[in-house]
């Protein structure tokens, strides 16, 4: 089955960098599209970037653009996000989740599997 | 950016009741329209895509109907796990959620 393990959470002042980790494993990785997913404390769902089976295309959400980073490895099944310029308001726990799409090279923006998350906190 | 408002904001209900949850969106959406479910410490789980499609494993009793901007989630039949927090969220124009329904037992 669809398993997503993240890692690399943990506590960060403000303008400080941290980059998540997703291991990916019981699909065929290479051909699916990924998404990150954020949820602040308490608080609802945003989404937060997406990538292209082959990184062909990537794209991010307002909040962090310009300021975060997403990329992949297929040939460790992995999928990273490079947060820098953090700010308090990017507190949350960050989901990585597969797209839904089967239809190789499509992604439909709707999350079918989804990691356990990991908690970033930025704070002085 | 298209909002989701999900109302009510709270469902007090009893298993074996019938639940009606709703989503209106700020402008339309199409079909284009999914419903999560997510219990406490746990990760949302895709129930409904495209307004209306149970994903792989959802149980009959959940189904999605609507289009445009109103969309409603039912719940045939309260089972005990079901009683968790329901979230729409469209893919029409860059994905945004509502702010979630608490459905617990009354």
């Known amino acids: 089955q669809v398993q997503l393990v993240e890692s690399g959470g943990g506590v960060v002042q403000p303008g400080g960098s941290l980059r998540l980790s997703c291991a990916a494993s019981?699909?065929?990785?290479?051909?699916?599209?990924m998404h990150w997913v954020r949820q602040a404390p308490g608080k609802g769902l945003e989404w937060v970037a997406v990538i292209w089976y082959d990184e062909s295309n990537k794209y991010y959400g307002n909040s962090v653009k310009g300021r975060f980073t997403i990329s992949r490895d297929n040939s460790r099944n992995t999928l990273f996000l490079q947060m820098d310029s953090l700010r308090a308001e990017d507190t949350a726990v960050y989901y990585c989740?597969?797209?839904?799409?089967?239809?190789?090279?499509?992604?439909?923006?709707?999350?079918?599997?989804w990691g356990q998350g990991t908690l970033v906190t930025v704070s002085s | 950016e298209i909002v989701l408002t999900q109302s009510p904001v709270t469902l007090s209900l009893s298993p074996g009741e019938r639940a009606t949850l709703s989503c209106r969106a700020s402008?339309?959406?199409?079909?284009?329209l999914a419903w999560y479910q997510q219990k406490p410490g746990q990760a949302p789980r895709l129930l409904i895509y495209d307004a209306s499609n149970r994903a792989t494993g959802v149980p009959a009793r959940f189904s999605g109907s609507g289009s445009g901007t109103d969309f409603t989630l039912i719940i045939s039949s309260l089972e005990p796990e079901d009683f968790a927090v329901y979230y729409c969220q469209q893919r029409f124009n860059w994905p945004t959620f509502g702010q979630g329904t608490r459905l617990e037992i009354k």
């Open positions: 402008q339309s959406v199409l079909s284009s």
């Open positions: 019981g699909f065929s990785f290479s051909s699916f599209g």
């Open positions: 989740a597969k797209e839904h799409s089967q239809i190789l090279g499509r992604v439909t923006y709707y999350f079918d599997s």
